[in-house]
């Protein structure tokens, strides 16, 4: 349903102040008229009608991501996201309910907006469950300024959105918290040497790592060394050059005309060879 309405976004119209102009400039539908469109995709799925039913409310998607402007994120996203969730209600409309789709559609197009704060706003991204979002979204909207709320004002909340006066403190303390960027700026020699990345330890560099693989890559070359020279010649051979060589491999057929057995003959002694590798690898 996305690629057949071809629907126009932020990023295809120039800035965001050009795409608002132009989805302010489509006409709104009847009652009427909605009510016909919604049929004919309810009904006989019909993708033009589908196409005209968002198209016709892309202006109610940019009124409700504007609220959303105070979390930090592009305002182009934000309505990109709505009209995913825009497209959803359109998709799982029924004109039979009586409704008009602007009322249906507020439901989804928020719904779609909350989960893409919810994976974006770092600060907040443990905040998975349903309670912990409806605390998030609720406690933003309840502060007017960025003070910290006082004991009163937490317990006020608290029975407002009916939840532990510690659940208020601990999410209010992430909401003044500030992202601070791992990388530093990369157009700035000085500022990347000097981000909080350069601190962080590297594990795998560690001398006991380093030890520890290299001794295990000598073990693991000298078993397998071990190993193939225990096959007879012509075994290792095919072993060798099937599974060994750095450029293509031979196949099974080509190896049967070369030794002038069966290609299910090459098959067997590989597989035996290989069968003996292993156990003598794993011992």
């Known amino acids: 349903m996305t690629h057949a309405l071809a629907m126009p976004a932020p990023s295809t119209v120039g800035s965001i102040d050009q795409y608002i102009q132009s989805v302010n400039r489509i006409p709104l539908l009847t009652e009427k008229e909605e009510g016909e469109l919604a049929r004919r995709l309810h009904d ?4 033009d009608a589908a196409r005209q039913l968002v198209m016709s409310h892309l202006r109610l998607v940019v009124a409700i991501a504007r609220g959303y402007l105070g979390y930090g994120l592009p305002h182009a996203d934000l309505i990109q996201e709505g009209n995913v969730g825009l497209m959803k209600a359109v998709k799982r ?21 909350h989960e893409y704060i919810i994976r974006n706003w770092r600060l907040v991204k443990i905040a998975t469950t349903k309670a912990q979002r409806k605390l998030f979204f609720n406690l933003r909207s309840l502060k007017t300024d960025t003070r910290t709320l006082n004991c009163d004002e937490v317990a006020a909340v608290a029975t407002q959105l009916g939840v532990k006066p510690e659940e208020v403190v601990e999410m209010e303390t992430r909401l003044g918290g500030r992202d601070m960027p791992l990388e530093g700026d990369r157009d700035d020699g000085e500022e990347e040497r000097f981000a909080p990345i350069a601190y962080l330890p590297d594990p795998h560099a560690e001398p006991s790592e380093v030890l520890e693989r290299a001794e295990s890559a000598r073990l693991q070359d000298e078993g397998l060394s071990d190993a193939l020279a225990s096959l007879d010649e012509r075994s290792r051979n095919i072993v060798r050059r099937r599974w060994l060589s750095e450029g293509d491999s031979p ?24 069968q003996k590798m292993r156990g003598l690898l794993a011992a």
């Open 44 to 47: 006989e799925g019909d993708v």
């Open 93 to 113: 409309f029924d004109p039979a309910r009586g409704v008009r789709l602007v009322s249906f559609a507020i439901h989804w197009i928020k719904a779609e907006i």
């Open 251 to 274: 196949t099974l057929h080509e190896l049967a005309a070369e030794y002038g057995v069966s290609a299910e003959r090459i098959r067997q002694i590989e597989a035996k060879a290989m």
